[in-house]
């Protein structure tokens, strides 16, 4: 079972947190969510038991449970929600990089008669 970990303090590392949760299991995996940019861990993390039982059980004891002077809060990891379709911040409801238009090209009407600026050909 995948286990979400949050509220912890700034200088945990993984093996506190390891020996946290084997004293209720066996770990698979510990992961702490870092910032891409500075590096430096952004207070949770996630902790992979194999066994669900176990996993339980580590989540009803440790979850509000002090921890360097912080309330933990632990639960079952939900699923990541699926990311649009572009994945960057152009996209739109369509999932995809159309892009509204602000106009340019011709203008139609008045003295340029449509042509493109400029040259007004009077």
Sequence with gaps: ???????????????????????????????????????????????????????????????GSDFGGRKLTVSEARPRPEQRKGGHRFGNQFGDDRRGSRGGGFTGGGKQGGRRGGDRGD
């Design 1 to 63: 079972m995948n286990i979400y970990v949050g509220n912890m303090p700034y200088d945990t590392t993984e093996e506190t947190i390891r020996k946290a949760f084997e004293a209720h299991g066996k770990v698979d995996s510990i992961n702490i969510v870092t910032d891409r940019q500075t590096g430096k861990h952004r207070g949770f993390g996630f902790v992979e038991m194999p066994s669900d039982d176990e996993a339980r059980a580590a989540i009803d004891a440790l979850n």
